[in-house]
């Protein structure tokens, strides 16, 4: 499939606040022409293939207490006990027990756990897919310690094998398979937008420098719905005076491959990214604004190339916090009372809680904490790829309203955070909401407040 | 061979036996599956300081979740305390334990077991009263769940039958309640009551992994 083939097979929903694929006219949420009981047959197959030492410890252990379902937004604004976290692997657990446990053998002698069915599976595909953002937040309740969102994600590989992924979260994975991003933004686009923003905003924007220092990313949510962090970006490197550049080669950070739980996808980004940063001798590669990037690339890169990074890899909130401790970056004083949002996949997920604090503080803003932050924040309702299911859109701004309410008891005057896709999920909520409350980059908000070199020098004296 | 000499010969040295070929085939299936290698760079050395650090610290809910798991927690600590403060400070349990190991300690007075175990079995009775109505847990549950709260109270509720002298001849009662253990005994390793061992091998592969990030444990 080409370009012009995907836009006619999955065209772009261009209007509104968030950027997904049109709904389709009638809904078909599995991909191919499988029979029943192949894609059962596959899903197995796949949940075999991942069930090693780690997974089988956890689903080994689990007691059915069910606290997990307490510390999940989807059950605590429902009350519906579907949504309880470990129901979700019902599944999975029970292809564990039958097919790979220690006791395998003996389940299917006396046939105590039964085959996985085609049916149960796509009747469990909202349970894996819309109602989870894999924000991990079950996992810190769990008295066995279980990472339920791990398994969830291992989960997703067996659905996609089957071909049962949510219509639109596979339109836009298959999309960045073709043109390499899932919401248009093509190499070709990307440049052209860097060109334009270049000119537009007076900033030297490189782009397929042969050598850099820093290969620098992008989400394609900030491409085409924010381009001003390539700005921001662009500004920041250069008034460090860092070598720096952008790639067509290798420039989208999003990894919609693996939140749609096709692992071949998922590695086809990773490599495009990891190959381009080793194809300009990049030092460092740094991550933007986009939290399953980070899982994607700082903790699973490596792992999908096979060996260690011959590069360090880095969030753009992490960059910052150095720069600005070592006092490369001085900034004009901000003086808003704010709340940030953590990102679950850079905060709790991505043990990065603390750089976007340090960035805060330096720019002198009065922080406002909401009741549950940093690692026990709420997420947004719109991480693991759910913000572009539109049927679970009635789900997630039900979600949405728990951290309105949050932010709300903050008293604070502005929202930031570090996270693309959770802002467009809260530029969506806010839109269905008519809320008052707009979300912040916090990387746009550094360079907003650079002191200007000549005005460094003199505050410096 | 009457049921109290089988309970004491045969049963015991079957179920103790099945017992530990049991856990140990199951912690082995699971221990000897494939380990992917992880080519990250650690953000936090020393996975081993993370594993033992969550071992500890999900003994207890964070505070944050404290209002809706408090109650469960205490009830389930309770009923774990009793169990452990019947089987190692009975006397005539310690008495078993040292015929078959040779070891033996001083037993806490009768009184003071015999009321734990009304508390343990009460608490027992009350985590199975939520477990059947509480929606979560309804949905959740399974025979496991079931099964092996029967095989665990079991036990309890036989031990004091046979303390109190009441409901039949103490010899039939001394064989039922040692025939309960020995169910539990063969049921432990195929159901959830392996919980017991898992519980730091769960914490601690999550509390590795997770320090090993830096993220939230």
Redesign the interface.
């Known amino acids: 499939m080409n370009t012009v083939e995907i836009d006619a097979v999955h065209p772009l929903m261009t209007e509104g606040p968030r950027l997904t694929v049109e709904p389709p006219a009638t809904r078909y949420d599995k991909q191919g022409d499988l029979p029943d009981g192949e894609r059962a047959a596959r899903a197995v197959r796949q949940f075999v293939r991942d069930?090693?030492?780690?997974a089988?410890?956890?689903l080994?252990?689990?007691?059915?207490?069910?606290?997990c379902?307490?510390?999940c937004h989807y059950?605590v604004q429902t009350g519906e006990?579907?949504y309880?976290p470990?129901?979700k692997l019902e599944p999975f657990k029970q292809a564990y027990k039958r097919e790979?446990?220690?006791?395998a053998p003996l389940y299917r002698a006396l046939n105590l756990k039964r085959d996985v069915s085609a049916a149960e599976l796509e009747s469990w595909q909202e349970l894996i897919y819309d109602s989870c953002t894999l924000c991990?937040r079950c996992?810190?309740?769990?008295?066995?310690?279980?990472?339920l969102a791990s398994l969830i994600s291992q989960a997703r590989h067996g659905m996609a094998k089957a071909g049962l992924v949510p219509h639109e979260l596979w339109a836009v994975a298959e999309r960045a398979s073709v043109e390499g991003s899932p919401l248009g933004a093509t190499p070709k686009v990307f440049r052209e937008r860097c060109e334009w923003l270049a000119d537009e905003h007076n900033v030297a924007i490189h782009v397929d420098l042969p050598e850099a220092d820093i290969l620098v990313s992008m989400s394609s949510i900030e491409i085409m719905k924010y381009p001003d962090s390539i700005v921001a970006t662009a500004r920041i490197l250069n008034y460090l005076g860092t070598s720096w550049t952008f790639r067509t080669d290798g420039y989208e950070a999003t990894n919609f491959g693996m939140l749609s739980g096709n692992a071949d996808w998922q590695r086809e980004s990773s490599l495009r990214l990891i190959n381009a940063a080793v194809a300009c001798k990049a030092k460092r590669l740094i991550l933007p604004e986009c939290g399953h990037a980070y899982g994607a690339l700082?903790?699973?890169?490596?792992?999908v190339?096979?060996?260690?990074?011959p590069f360090?890899?880095e969030h753009i909130s992490e960059f910052l916090a150095r720069e600005m401790q070592a006092g490369h970056l001085p900034v004009k004083p901000m003086p808003a009372s704010v709340t940030f949002h953590d990102p679950c996949q850079i905060?709790?997920?991505?043990?990065?809680?603390q750089a976007p604090r340090v960035v805060l503080d330096k720019l002198g803003v009065d922080l406002h904490e909401m009741e549950?932050h940093?690692?026990?924040n709420w997420c947004c309702g719109g991480g693991g790829g759910v913000v572009t299911i539109h049927r679970a859109d009635a789900l997630r701004y039900k979600v949405f309203q728990l951290k309105m309410r949050q932010v709300e008891d903050t008293g604070a005057s502005m929202l930031v955070s570090s996270c693309s896709n959770c802002r467009q999920t809260f530029d969506d909520g806010q839109a269905h909401f008519h809320w008052d409350k707009t979300m912040h980059s916090l990387l746009e908000l550094v360079a907003d407040h650079l002191i200007e070199p000549a005005a460094s020098k003199e505050n410096a004296a | 061979m009457d049921m109290l000499a089988f309970a004491r010969g045969p049963g015991l040295h079957w179920s103790l036996t099945i017992l530990f070929v049991g856990v140990f085939w199951r912690l082995t299936g699971i221990l000897l599956l494939r380990r992917s290698p992880d080519y990250s760079v650690a953000r936090i050395s020393g996975w081993w300081t993370g594993a033992l650090r969550l071992i500890a610290l999900r003994s207890w809910p964070r505070r944050e979740f404290s209002a809706t798991t408090s109650f469960p927690t205490l009830i389930g600590y309770l009923f774990h305390i009793g169990l452990a403060v019947i089987v190692f400070g009975l006397q005539q349990h310690i008495l078993l334990i040292r015929s078959l190991t040779g070891l033996s300690w001083p037993n806490l007075p009768s009184g003071l077991v015999n009321l734990t175990a009304g508390v343990t079995a009460a608490s027992m009775l009350a985590l199975l009263i939520r477990r059947m109505t509480n929606p979560v847990l309804r949905l959740l549950s399974n025979f496991d769940d079931y099964f092996s709260w029967l095989v665990a109270f079991l036990p309890v509720a036989t031990g004091m039958l046979a303390v109190a002298h009441l409901g039949a001849r103490y010899e039939t009662l001394l064989a039922l309640h040692m025939l309960s253990a020995e169910l539990l005994f063969v049921w432990f390793p195929f159901g959830k009551l392996m919980h017991a061992s898992l519980i730091f091998l769960s914490r601690g592969t999550s509390g590795a992994l997770l320090t090993r990030k830096g993220a939230a444990i």
């Not at chain 1, 700082?298 to 792992?303: I, P, T, V």
């Open positions: 069930f090693g030492a780690t089988a410890t956890w080994e252990s689990c007691i059915h207490c069910g606290q379902a307490e510390a059950y006990a579907k309880t470990v129901w790979a446990g220690p006791f991990g996992s810190l309740i769990c008295p066995m310690g279980i990472d700082r903790w699973q890169g490596a792992n190339y096979g060996q260690p990074l360090e890899v905060s709790r997920r991505g043990g990065a809680t549950m940093g690692n026990l």
